[in-house]
């Protein structure tokens, strides 16, 4: 059946606005369905988690129904889900918790195709226990991240391996279940960061072979908010910094401080958004939530290779990355602009686009690219259109003849 974009367009008021969203990968646009679950949250008597009293009752059942949620999205327990503002906060989290039980001599080994969010917090982790740091580096040609290289760099003193399963800036999507699979036959942890591969595709948290998964709801329609899962029991043998009254169960002692209820309530709700993408899907709603998802990233897949080969059309287009396995993104540059003055004029078209490193720092650093602005990122999303894509592509050709003006 294809993919209906009408209807899928039909679900987000915010694209009757006009503006073409090829920033998707710095967060998406949101469907009614997830505005009407937060209002609605926001609009009944909520308390702090109690069983004494219905409001705070409703408080504890949010926090349950985002946990369900995010466990079917990704083929977790609900007890693994632990929820929190960013991505970035659970990853330093987790960071934190781990390296307190790192000694000098043991090893990290983090990636260079990363966005800093899983790379930072492990380093400065490392630092701190006096662990050694090891660097994963991609193909600056391709882009690709190869697994064989863990080989290397795993050994019997490593304790983490922090990998990405899809680069923000060039979309390549690396072979963590085999970089899992070197990693844990030395005996070390896997943490893969979910954030941009998520929203583009099915996923299943054993078959990545993750210790620790960690998402972004911002990015697949909900609201600024996130999740980190793994099995309960390991969970259950982490012991975080927290507050002395606050629970100590699982998943709850990962979680500092009050969440934001009616959020909570969004991010179920753009679950269930996923979940009916696919129209005809039957089954439970993990099973919703994976047909959803895959029909979307068949129809986003089309469209990228429309994108892709639009781009290679254009003589004064310079595109990096072309990993075989990848998200539909892609970061280029037009001769004769910066980064950020291409992204102002394709705004002023009407086209959002972000620019700069997207905190994907050490790639941009490693291509040496970050000191002349990095790059543009054009990533699509599943309510993008052909007509979309097409209108980017001929601005780019216009903007070719043009350059970029003085001052910009
Ligand atoms: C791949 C990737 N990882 C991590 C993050 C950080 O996510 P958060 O903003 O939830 O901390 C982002 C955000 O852009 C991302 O794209």
């Known amino acids: 059946m294809p993919f209906d974009i009408a209807r899928t367009r039909a679900a987000y008021p915010a694209l009757t606005e006009g503006f073409a969203h090829f920033d998707g990968a710095g967060g998406t646009q949101t469907p009614q369905s997830v505005i009407d679950a937060v209002s609605a949250a926001m609009g009944t008597a909520l308390g702090n988690r109690t069983p004494a009293f219905a409001p705070g009752r409703r408080s504890l059942e949010l926090v349950d129904a985002a946990r369900a949620a995010v466990a079917d999205l990704l083929g977790a327990a609900p007890r693994g889900v632990v929820l929190g503002p960013s991505a970035t906060a659970l990853t330093y989290t987790l960071a934190r918790t781990l390296g307190v039980t790192w000694r000098p001599g043991d090893e990290v080994v983090v990636s260079r195709l990363d966005h800093d969010a899983n790379v930072r917090p492990w380093v400065q982790a490392a630092l701190a226990a006096g662990a050694t740091v090891r660097w994963a580096e991609f193909d600056p040609a391709t882009g690709e991240l190869p697994a064989g290289q863990y080989a290397e760099l795993v050994g019997e003193r490593t304790r983490l391996v922090a990998v990405t399963a899809g680069s923000n800036a060039v979309g390549t999507m690396p072979d963590v279940?085999?970089?899992?699979?070197?990693?844990?036959?030395?005996?070390?942890?896997?943490?893969?960061?979910?954030?941009?591969?998520?929203?583009?595709?099915?996923?299943?948290?054993?078959?990545?072979?993750?210790?620790?998964?960690?998402?972004?709801?911002?990015?697949?329609?909900?609201?600024?908010?996130?999740?980190?899962?793994?099995?309960?029991?390991?969970?259950?043998?982490?012991?975080?910094?927290?507050?002395?009254?606050?629970?100590?169960?699982?998943?709850?002692?990962?979680?500092?401080?009050?969440?934001?209820?009616?959020?909570?309530?969004?991010?179920?709700?753009?679950?269930?958004?996923?979940?009916?993408?696919?129209?005809?899907?039957?089954?439970?709603?993990?099973?919703?939530?994976?047909?959803?998802?895959?029909a979307a990233q068949a129809y986003e897949e089309a469209l990228f290779d429309r994108l892709l080969a639009g781009l290679a059309d254009n003589p004064a287009v310079t595109v990096y990355g072309s990993a075989a396995r990848r998200c539909p993104t892609v970061s280029f540059r037009l001769a004769g602009w910066s980064p950020a003055g291409l992204a102002a004029a394709l705004g002023e078209a009407r086209l959002c686009l972000s620019s700069g490193d997207y905190y994907a720092y050490e790639y941009f650093r490693a291509m040496g690219l970050r000191e002349t602005g990095g790059a543009v990122r054009a990533s699509v999303y599943h309510y993008n259109t052909a007509d979309e894509v097409d209108r980017l592509l001929s601005e780019l050709h216009t903007l070719a003849r043009r350059r970029e003006t003085m001052g910009r």
Do not use: N, Q
Not at 181 to 207: E, F, I, N, R, Y
Not at 261 to 281: N, W, Y
């Open 177 to 294: 279940s085999a970089i899992a699979k070197t990693a844990h036959a030395a005996g070390a942890l896997v943490c893969v960061d979910g954030v941009h591969s998520v929203p583009h595709g099915p996923t299943d948290l054993a078959s990545t072979g993750a210790d620790f998964l960690v998402t972004s709801a911002y990015k697949w329609s909900g609201p600024h908010l996130a999740a980190m899962v793994a099995d309960p029991a390991r969970w259950e043998s982490l012991h975080p910094a927290k507050l002395v009254p606050s629970s100590d169960a699982v998943p709850d002692r990962f979680e500092a401080g009050t969440p934001s209820f009616p959020l909570l309530a969004g991010v179920a709700a753009a679950v269930d958004h996923l979940a009916g993408l696919d129209p005809s899907a039957t089954g439970d709603r993990r099973e919703r939530v994976r047909a959803g998802l895959a």
